[in-house]
């Protein structure tokens, strides 16, 4: 296990270097002039001229990125020039926002999936088992500002069950921000939903039809035994790696329901900088997606590696 989490990690060392590498040039490459995004259109192109070489801007390409990639390791992330705040708190409280959305998420997406999933392959080509795989593949297809308005309406304007906003007041117990992040929280879980219970239910087939399960069948060993014991240890490889998978794709794909429910997350953070051509800002925020991800991955890799031995012992 130590040998595996060792060699994981150092395979995130290129690719955290490759990224940075895609994540700067991208960034660099943003039309529009940074010294003109921030003192307006009516500057003149002397003093343009003259904020780009304060900031860096005129410095040749691997210059800045050399310079860039050293700071941000040693933590010294800049200033952003359009909010004018230090970038690392400021990225870092909206990758916290985020990650409290997206694990909030996660905790309603996981066990129900899994759940739907499972019992959808214990009950393969039944009444039940098509009802679940078209509700759940169903939901996928809603876009998260569909179904995100509709809930808004629903469940926040009309019933007045749930806050419009998902930002809780400043100061509030934790418990109660989770109060807040319910609704913004559904729209996530109808995407994922069927994915991963798809996956579930894909699994659980696979390994029902094992000779083992048989034989274990065949021994009289009880059905909650099978289904616990061996079904669902081994169906839940394939689902891990994709909740692992998933985990990113939360954090960066948050825009849409951040900005409808004014939630200041690295999503929204990510669009503003973009929009403003905030390049220490977008630069950090997309990196800090990227390490989530990589991460995300490397617990999933550790989870799969403790349900299945094989990979444990190099197999």
């Known amino acids: 296990m130590l040998r595996l989490i060792g060699r994981r990690l150092l395979l995130m060392v290129p690719t955290l270097i490759l990224a940075s590498i895609l994540i700067f040039l991208l960034a660099e490459v943003l039309p529009g002039n940074v010294g003109r995004s921030i003192l307006g259109q009516y500057a003149t192109p002397e ?18 990125y050399v310079a860039w ?18 970038v690392r708190p400021y990225v870092m409280a909206a990758l916290w926002n985020s990650l409290i959305l997206a694990g909030f998420a996660l905790i309603l997406i996981v066990p129900t999936s899994i ?8 009950r393969r080509d039944s009444a039940l088992d098509r009802v679940i795989t078209v509700s759940t593949l169903s939901m996928t297809v809603i876009p998260e500002f569909v179904s995100g308005v509709v809930l808004l309406y629903v469940f926040a304007v009309w019933l007045k069950w749930l806050p419009v906003t998902a930002l809780a007041p400043e100061g509030a117990p934790f418990y109660e921000r989770l109060y807040y992040l319910i609704l913004p929280a559904i729209p996530l879980m109808f995407l994922e939903l069927g994915y991963i219970a798809r996956m579930a239910r894909v699994g659980t087939v696979q390994v029902l039809s094992m000779p083992y399960i048989r034989t ?29 998978s998933q985990v990113g794709w939360l954090i960066g794909g948050l825009v849409v329901v951040e900005t409808l429910f004014s939630y200041p997350g690295i999503g929204k953070v990510m669009v503003e900088s973009a929009l403003n051509h905030d390049v220490p800002v977008l630069e950090a925020s997309v990196l800090m997606v990227a390490v989530v991800y990589m991460f995300a991955n490397l617990v999933a890799d550790i989870v799969v590696a403790l349900l299945n031995p094989r990979i444990r012992k190099g197999g």
Do not use: Y
Request: aromatic share 6%; hydrophobic share 50%.
């Open 47 to 64: 003093d343009v001229a003259a904020l780009n070489r304060e900031l860096g801007a005129d410095r040749p390409l691997v210059v800045r």
């Open 69 to 86: 990639a050293g700071n941000f390791v040693t933590g010294d992330w800049g200033e952003s020039p359009v909010q004018k705040v230090p």
């Open 115 to 122: 759940v739907l999933g499972v019992f959808s392959g214990l």
């Open 216 to 244: 274990a069948v065949l021994k009289g060993v009880p059905r909650s035994r099978v289904v616990f014991g061996h079904v669902l240890r081994n169906a839940m490889v394939p689902t891990v790696t994709v909740i692992g």
